[in-house]
C-alpha cells in the first residue's frame, strides 16, 4: 500500500491534467487552476528540505571546524538576515528586501555571470581546433556569429579597407542566416525529440513504469 | 536620506562587484565572501519570495483571511495541499519517511498530465507548422528564402535521422544522419558565440556601472572636489 497509493495519486492526478486540456468546462478549468495552486503549495513545503540541507552542510561544516568554516557562517548569517528582513518587514519596493535584491543579490548575479565571459573565451581558446570537418564548422559558426553581433570589430581589425567595409556591413547578415536556419534547423530536431521525450516520461510516470522518484521513501512496499 | 541610501547602495554593489571579479586574479578571502554572501542572500530570496508569492496567497489567505483573496468564506480545500505539503517533512523521521512519497506522486502526476497536452501545443505542433515552408522560388518567396527554407527543412529531417538510433546509420541514412552532425555542428557553435557575446555583455554592463555609476560620481568626482578641480 506504500507504493499503490502513491502510484494511484499519480496516475490520477496526471489523467485528470492531460484530460482537462481537452475540456474547456468552467469547472475543469477552475479545478485545474486549483490543482496547479495546490501544486505551488507542495513547492513551497519542498523549498524548506532544500533550505534544510543547505543548512546542515554549512553547520556541519561550522561544528565541525573544516576548512574555509568562516565562509560557512557568512552564508548562514546572509540567509537568516534576507528572510528575517523579507519576511518580517515585507519585501515592497524601498524596504530594506528591495535594497538587499538590488544592491547585493542583482550586482553579484550579474558579475558572476559577466567573470564566465573570461572563463569561456579561455576554454575556448585551449580547445577549439580546427581538426576535422566538424570541429571546422563548429568553430566557423561560432566565429561568425561572434564578429556579427559586433561588426564594429572588423573595421578594427581591417581598418577602413574595402574588405573591412564589406565584412562590416555584410558579416550580420550572415550571422542572422546562421541564426535563423542552419542553427534552427538542428535546434528544431533536438526540440521534437525533447517533445516527444517529454510526453512517453511523462506517460511511463502517469502508468507507474517510471516510479524512481518514488524511491526516497525506506519504508517498504 | 533616500540619495545617501542609494549612495550605500552604489558603494555596496561596485564592491560586491569588484570582490567577484577578484577571481580572475586569484581565489582569494574577498571572492570566498562574497560568493558565500550570494548563497546566502540568493536562497533567502527565494524563501521570502516563496513566502510572499505562494505560502500568503495561496495557502495563509484562503483559510486565514479569505477578505484579502476576495473570498466571502475560507477555502477548506487549500488544507489538502498543506497536509501533504507537511507530509514532505515526515523525511526527518525515518520511520514514517515513506508519507513523503504521497506529495511527491502528486506533484509528479500533476506536472507529467500537464506536460502531454503542454509538449504538442508548445513544441511539436508550432514547430511542425514553422517547418512547412515554401521551398520553390515563386510569388511566395525569392529564390534565396527558397533555398534557406530548402536547407531548413533538409537539415530538421537530417537532425532527427541523427538522433534516431533504431536503425543502423549506413548508406542512405548514415549521409544524411553525417549531414545532421553537420547541421548540429553549426547550431552548437552559433549557440557558443551567442552565450560568449551574452556573457560580454553582461561583463560591458558591469564595467560600465562600475565607470559610470561609481568611479566618476562616487570617486573620481569627490576626489576631484577635494583637490579645488
Known amino acids: 500500500m506504500r507504493l499503490q497509493i502513491p502510484l494511484l495519486i499519480t496516475f490520477l492526478a496526471g489523467v485528470f491534467m492531460a484530460v482537462q486540456f481537452f475540456v474547456p468546462h468552467d469547472l ?4 485545474y ?8 503549495i507542495i513547492g513551497a513545503f519542498a523549498l524548506v528540505l532544500g533550505i534544510h540541507s543547505l543548512l546542515r552542510t554549512h553547520l556541519e561544516k561550522i561544528r565541525r571546524r573544516r576548512h574555509d568554516w568562516p565562509y560557512s557562517m557568512v552564508a548562514i548569517v546572509s540567509f537568516v538576515f534576507m528572510v528575517v528582513i523579507g519576511i518580517g518587514f515585507g519585501s515592497d519596493p524601498g524596504s530594506a528586501f528591495d535594497w538587499l535584491f538590488n544592491y547585493v ?3 553579484l548575479d550579474a558579475t558572476m555571470f559577466a567573470l564566465l565571459a573570461f572563463f569561456i573565451a579561455s576554454a575556448a581558446f585551449r580547445t577549439f581546433r580546427a581538426r576535422s570537418t566538424e570541429a571546422t564548422l563548429l568553430l566557423v559558426a561560432a566565429i561568425v556569429v ?6 564594429g570589430s572588423l573595421l578594427v581589425l581591417f581598418g577602413q579597407t574595402g574588405v573591412g567595409e564589406w565584412l562590416h556591413s555584410t558579416m550580420p547578415d550572415v550571422s542572422e542566416w546562421i541564426m535563423n536556419f542552419p542553427s534552427v ?4 530536431g533536438i526540440i521534437f525529440g525533447v517533445a516527444l521525450g517529454s510526453i512517453a516520461t511523462a506517460l511511463r510516470i502517469m502508468l507507474g513504469i517510471e516510479r524512481s522518484h518514488l524511491g526516497g521513501g525506506g519504508g517498504g512496499e | 536620506m533616500g ?3 542609494e549612495i550605500i547602495g552604489v558603494w555596496v554593489a561596485a564592491l560586491m562587484t569588484l570582490a567577484i571579479f577578484s577571481f580572475l586574479y586569484a581565489d582569494n578571502p574577498v571572492y ?8 546566502g542572500i540568493s536562497a533567502g530570496y527565494g524563501v521570502v519570495i516563496t513566502w510572499h508569492e505562494a505560502v500568503i496567497p495561496l495557502l495563509i489567505d484562503p483559510l486565514f483571511r479569505p477578505e484579502n483573496v476576495d473570498l466571502a468564506e475560507p477555502n477548506y480545500l487549500v488544507i489538502i495541499p498543506g497536509l501533504l505539503g507537511l507530509m514532505m517533512f515526515s523525511r526527518f523521521i525515518p520511520r514514517y519517511d515513506w508519507l513523503s512519497r504521497w506529495p511527491i506522486a502528486f506533484v509528479m502526476g500533476l506536472y507529467s498530465g500537464l506536460a502531454i497536452p503542454a509538449s504538442v501545443q508548445t513544441y511539436l ?6 517547418t512547412m515552408l515554401p521551398i520553390w522560388p515563386g510569388v511566395e518567396v525569392d529564390a534565396w528564402t527558397a533555398l534557406s527554407n530548402f536547407l531548413l527543412v533538409v537539415g530538421v529531417l537530417c537532425t532527427l535521422a541523427y538522433f534516431y538510433f533504431s536503425r543502423e546509420h549506413a548508406g542512405a541514412f548514415g549521409v544524411a544522419s553525417k549531414i545532421g552532425i553537420f547541421f548540429l555542428m553549426v547550431a552548437f557553435g552559433a549557440s557558443f558565440g551567442n552565450t560568449v557575446m551574452a556573457r560580454v555583455s553582461l561583463l560591458i554592463g558591469r564595467v560600465q556601472f562600475l565607470y559610470d555609476d561609481w568611479w566618476l560620481p562616487l570617486v573620481a568626482a569627490p576626489i576631484s572636489r577635494w583637490f579645488g578641480g
Open chain 1, 28 to 31: 475543469g478549468v477552475t479545478a
Open chain 2, 3 to 5: 540619495v545617501s541610501i
Open chain 1, 105 to 107: 543579490q542583482v550586482p
Open chain 1, 33 to 40: 487552476t486549483e490543482l496547479l495552486n495546490w501544486g505551488r
Open chain 1, 185 to 188: 534547423a538542428a535546434k528544431r
Open chain 1, 146 to 151: 561572434m564578429l556579427g553581433r559586433v561588426p
Open chain 2, 125 to 130: 505542433l508550432p514547430q511542425l507548422h514553422a
Open chain 2, 32 to 39: 570566498k565572501l562574497a560568493e558565500h554572501l550570494f548563497v
